[in-house]
């Protein structure tokens, strides 16, 4: 069983969580950490570290709102210290909903699955006109 910590910059896993819940219900499976704007790094790792005390036994998936942010750099050096943790960035809400019912892949697997439903999401919409 794998368990998603969504996670990301000004209150982004906090609206994610809203989002989901209210497409799929609630998710007991996934958990939400902010980066809020008056946080330092020491309380975004106090924070994710109470996140991941309730994944005890479980591999985890870190999902970020984008690469290379404060957020997906604490997820990464977690993730090289632990075997069947994976981290991905710059999901959105097909992808997030589609991962609720796939959570018994490996993380890596999850992750994948998910770039790839964000991806094949992703819809451009024009009448043509300038």
């Not at 609720?100 to 699955?113: F, G, N, R």
Request: aromatic share 8%.
């Amino acid at each position: 069983m794998t368990k998603v910590i969504v996670i990301g910059h000004a209150g982004y896993g906090s609206a994610m969580k809203r989002n989901i819940n209210m497409l799929v219900g609630d998710v007991p499976d996934f958990l939400f950490v902010d980066f809020n704007e008056q946080d330092d790094l020491e309380i975004l790792r106090g924070n994710i570290a109470k996140a991941l005390k309730e994944t005890e036994g479980c591999d985890v998936l870190f999902a970020c709102d984008l690469s290379g942010g404060s957020p997906f750099r604490e997820a990464a050096i977690i993730c090289s210290e632990k075997e069947n943790y994976a981290v991905v960035a710059g999901l959105n809400t097909s992808a997030y909903t589609d991962m609720v019912y796939s959570l018994d892949l490996a993380p890596i697997e999850l992750a994948e699955q998910a770039a790839d439903v964000a991806r094949s999401s992703i819809l451009i919409y024009s009448t043509g006109k300038k």
